[in-house]
């Protein structure tokens, strides 16, 4: 982002591929899905504020045996590039900052299965999709739509909840998000993690995760990746805390992007009457699926 930058006017949300994206995404769309990754990039998927960073800050760390100085030799947008993001806000498109780099590369999206270029898969890439309880992602995503003043603005809570809960948010309905990655995952080979799982233990996932990836590691270097990215030691990290965005661009008097790092939080925000209505929404949506999801320890 440029520094110059003072003032930030808030993206529209547009439809683009059948899909609701924020403007700075739509623009870009096309360029995106006719990218042909390399065999030993690493594709990192998510529907938003579901552990992205996390799960980045575990990769670079495992491809680079744990070595903390390494990983921070740039902040986490430039070692992690998001794929789909325009060059519309001032910053360096996704596409132009992984032409400068050479694979093998990691790559974050926010983007559906189906938007995918299908060279991820015809190349057998390494990909993993990282999710979270529903009711635990729309609490995250609507403060960090807040403080975010690129973002489309988020309007109230009640209004975001109901069109969270009705599939009318920013990358398509997440019941269709998790269930894509979900109904892919054998055949395409995806990890597929929950980051309820990650908090519940850290290092069995982040030891599932370097075998995925074809490495091994001892165990010091294991215990060592964990303590670097536990929630508390990643918030100091400002490699990977995203206090490297601009003021103007993530007001964080409004929230911070490593706000809580908890499971069960939406239990503070939703009231019992949203959390009966959401219950109900979301039986009917996932009825066709069981994705062991878990909205508490
Ligand atoms: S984004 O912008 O969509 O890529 O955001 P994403 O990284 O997917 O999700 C942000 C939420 O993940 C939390 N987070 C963590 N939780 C636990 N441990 C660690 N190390 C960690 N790193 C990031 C972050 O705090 C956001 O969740 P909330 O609930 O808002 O705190």
Known sequence: MSENRKVVHRSTAVMAKGILLPDYTASNIEAVCAFRPDPSDFLIASYPKSGTSWIL??????????????????????????????????????????????????????LPFQLIPSGFWENKCKTIYITRNAKDTVVSYYQFQQMNLSSPDPGSWEGYLQRFMHGRCLYGPWYDHVKGYWEERKKRNILYLFYEDMKENLCREVTRIMRYLDLSLSDDVINRIVELTTFNNMKENPMANYTFVPKEIFDTSISCYMRKGEVGDWKNHFTPQQSAEFDKVYETKMKDVNIPFRTEL
Do not use: W
Not at 77 to 102: I, T
């Open 57 to 110: 800050e575990i990769v670079d760390l495992l491809l680079h045996n744990g070595d903390a100085e390494i990983c921070r030799r740039a902040s986490l947008s430039v070692r992690a590039p998001f794929f789909e993001m325009s060059d519309r806000l001032g910053c360096q498109s996704g596409l132009d900052m992984l032409k400068e780099m050479n694979p093998p590369r990691i790559i974050k999206t926010h």
